[in-house]
């Protein structure tokens, strides 16, 4: 299960500097959204267990962490 929530704000400088964090962020909606963040100047953490397209994206801003949220091992 997903729960996407998003924020439309024009203004760049309320993102500015705003550290996101996205879980299951290499899915269709969530690199586009990561992506949206970093055009918006935000610091991304994404959490996923495979990252695909999201490795190609070069970004001192854009953490990505892979691994399974299921495993109990992670927390």
Not at 9 to 38: M, P, Y
Not at 48 to 55: A, N
């Amino acid at each position: 299960m997903s729960v996407c929530i998003l924020i439309i704000v024009s203004d760049v400088l309320l993102f500015k500097n705003l550290r996101v964090f996205v879980a299951g962020g290499a899915g269709f909606i969530g690199q586009r959204l990561v992506k949206a963040l970093l055009r918006r100047e935000c610091k991304v953490r994404v959490f996923d267990v495979e990252m695909r397209e999201l490795k190609q994206v070069k970004d001192s801003r854009l953490e990505l962490v892979v691994d399974d949220m299921l495993d109990e091992k992670v927390f």
